[in-house]
């Protein structure tokens, strides 16, 4: 396998990259006592696109994968492919597009993006890197939504950022300083562009100081450590789907 060329393992990861045509699918191996109706459904999948299956052992399928999470299924893969940022939410009156900017572990990335996706995010904006080390855990860790959400790629969160305000869309993000809004009283229910920061790096002061909304995500008890990425992800993005939902 070469360097652009990932593993893709367990169904549900190897589905979405089918279905979302997400990225080629070279080739896929499944264990050889695998049969159930996922299987069933990729032998016939790959049958229309002419991909090639083959069968192998517990042994060569657990070292093809570098584990045993794989569920028996696993798919030879080229790079993402991405979308250009002019199509990010396009046909949404409201599009609410998310950058996730500075976070390194491919775990948590998978996680953040599993939340947004499921909270209703018409787009995900990256910048440029080389996932393709960890294009399994990843889709994993995403239970597939990084394949089935549009993404595209930004040099910074400012480029991103004024890219998408020239398109009217308001530039959002989280902070613990002051000049905030709380989550709760802000209206996100127009066209969003939100920056998530990893835990490590965060976002740059830079781009704090220019966004046209700073969100401060308010705590039940005195607590001076913020919020993983991927649960800062959940409790912004499933505000943004509650206020949305309401207004319709």
């Not at 996706?117 to 399994?136: E, F, H, I, K, Q």
């Not at 989280?174 to 939100?194: E, I, M, N, Q, R």
């Not at 835990?199 to 919020?227: H, M, N, V, W």
Request: charged letters at 25%; hydrophobic letters at 45%; proline letters at 4%.
């Amino acid at each position: 396998m070469n360097e652009n060329e990932a593993i893709l393992e367990g169904f549900v990861s190897v589905r979405a990259a089918i279905k979302a045509s997400s990225r080629d699918v070279y080739g896929i191996t499944l264990r050889h006592d695998k049969w159930d109706r996922g299987v069933a459904w990729l032998e016939h999948r790959t049958q229309e696109r002419g991909i090639p299956v083959e069968r192998v052992s517990a042994e060569q399928i657990d070292a093809l994968a570098g584990g045993s999470t794989h569920g028996g299924v696993i798919a030879r893969v080229g790079p993402r492919k991405f979308a250009a940022l002019d199509e990010m939410g396009r046909g949404s009156t409201a599009p609410f597009i998310v950058m996730i900017d500075g976070v390194e572990d491919p775990f948590n990335f998978g996680q953040a993006v599993r939340t947004l996706y499921a909270a209703g995010a018409d787009g995900l904006v990256l910048r440029p890197r080389n996932w393709m080390s960890a294009a399994g855990v990843v889709a994993r860790a995403s239970a597939g939504a990084t394949e089935w959400i549009p993404t595209a790629i930004a040099e910074t969160a400012l480029d991103a950022a004024q890219f998408f305000r020239e398109r009217g869309l308001k530039v959002v993000s989280a902070d613990d300083k002051s000049d905030t809004v709380p989550l709760y009283a802000a209206d996100l229910t127009g066209p969003l562009f939100l920056v998530i920061g990893g835990e490590k790096r965060g976002i740059t002061r830079s781009f704090l100081d220019q966004a046209d909304l700073l969100l401060q995500i308010p705590y039940g008890r005195e607590f001076d450590q913020s919020l993983g990425t991927a649960a800062a992800a959940a409790v912004l993005g499933f505000e943004i789907m509650r206020q949305r939902m309401q207004a319709k």
